[in-house]
């Protein structure tokens, strides 16, 4: 009998959870980043930060292959001993609890920018951990149902830039092409932690149900996030000039301020309202495995009480230390370095050592 029969998710809510974890925050201010470091030819380190990104997410399935029944803290347990397994189980919560917060907190401060300048932040940290709680508390597969639902309640949203483009767009301001790949090559880091989301494939892989299709899922979730961040990015490149563009810390959202209806005029406030859909659907995995980790290392199968603790941890943060855009952008810097090496480069070894122990342990059996 399968050991996570009973929370077990399809191969479309596999391909969301992941998806949904990489098209977060990031997006928002991604045209900027990319404008600053590679100019207009920006767009290009996108698609070669998809393929990093495809490269490692494969990387991590082979590794799960290994164990296809248990966690990665299971694995490691295997193979490296039972301290090993609780070590790795400390640092994925702690991970994915830090990874979390960060999210939260941004979405708290561009809420409170563009929509309610006059909340305080733990106010609408309680009103984000509520919906947080109620959803997450049942498990991965109604998370996974919720991610599902909210991707077919926002494919209308990209009409909100093709609206903003029909009142001006120059697609001149991207010539000429490949005008200086060394920087844009050099900007390929800077989309890798956009794709950053991908790793909850370690968390997510005992719980799929054919995970034969592990793979492939894996590539569908990582190629909608590059299609994303394509038109996004290509969207602000040929609106704003190549000057402009970097005088604007959320190209993505003020793009819209040129959109108006007679029923509505600033459109850019719908768009965010309805964009926390999507940011809830970058947190809530990491508040899941924050919770799944340490209710492995204690033994216990129900998570709920941990989550509980979590989000109330989170809004007494949130209460005593007041969120601001400096303390979250250093946040998300030391989040990136440390992710990085955990996400791109560990992976790669972890799977090269499991390749030849098994190898080695061959050779001694014959």
């Known amino acids: 009998m399968k050991k996570y029969a009973y929370n077990e998710i399809t191969l479309m809510q596999y391909i969301f959870l992941i998806h949904g974890a990489q098209f977060g925050i990031g997006v928002l201010q991604l045209p900027r980043i990319l404008a600053e470091k590679a100019g207009m030819d920006g767009w290009i380190p996108i698609i070669l930060g998809w393929i990093a990104s495809v490269a490692a997410s494969l990387i991590i399935i082979q590794i799960m292959k290994k164990y296809p029944e248990g966690t990665l803290f299971d694995l490691f347990t295997k193979y490296f001993g039972k301290w090993a397994g609780k070590a790795i189980a400390v640092f994925i919560a702690l991970y994915c609890a830090y990874s979390g917060f960060i999210i939260m907190q941004r979405s708290i401060l561009f809420i409170q920018v563009w929509i309610v300048p006059g909340v305080a932040g733990y106010v609408l940290m309680i009103l984000f951990a509520i919906p947080t709680y109620t959803i997450a508390r049942n498990g991965i597969r109604i998370i996974g149902r919720y991610a599902e639902l909210i991707f077919f309640l926002i494919l209308w949203m990209p009409c909100f830039y093709l609206f903003a483009l029909r009142e001006s767009h120059h697609w001149i301001h991207l010539l000429p092409l490949f005008k200086d790949m060394k920087k844009a090559l050099l900007a390929t880091q800077s989309t890798a932690y956009s794709f950053f989301g991908f790793e909850i494939?370690?968390?997510?892989?005992?719980?799929?149900?054919?995970?034969?299709?592990?793979?492939?899922?894996?590539?569908?979730?990582?190629?909608?996030?590059?299609?994303?961040?394509?038109?996004?990015?290509?969207?602000?490149?040929?609106?704003?000039?190549?000057?402009?563009?970097?005088?604007?810390?959320?190209?993505?959202?003020?793009?819209?301020?040129?959109?108006?209806?007679?029923?509505?005029?600033?459109?850019?406030?719908i768009f965010l309202a309805l964009y926390l859909l999507v940011l809830s659907r970058a947190w809530m995995p990491y508040m899941y495995g924050a919770t799944f980790c340490t209710s492995w290392l204690f033994g216990k199968q129900d998570h709920s009480k941990h989550l509980l603790l979590l989000l109330l941890l989170m809004v007494m943060i949130t209460y005593f230390v007041t969120p601001t855009f400096n303390l979250n952008d250093q946040l998300q810097e030391l989040s990136s370095k440390i992710a990085f090496p955990f996400i791109y480069i560990v992976p790669l070894f972890l799977w090269i050592y499991l390749i030849i122990h098994e190898r080695i342990r061959g050779r001694v059996a014959k």
């Open 201 to 269: 494939a370690f968390l997510l892989y005992p719980f799929l149900q054919k995970k034969q299709t592990a793979s492939i899922g894996i590539i569908i979730a990582n190629s909608l996030s590059m299609l994303v961040f394509l038109f996004i990015t290509l969207a602000c490149f040929i609106f704003f000039s190549p000057d402009e563009i970097t005088l604007f810390n959320e190209p993505t959202v003020s793009i819209l301020k040129v959109v108006e209806f007679r029923f509505v005029e600033r459109m850019e406030i």
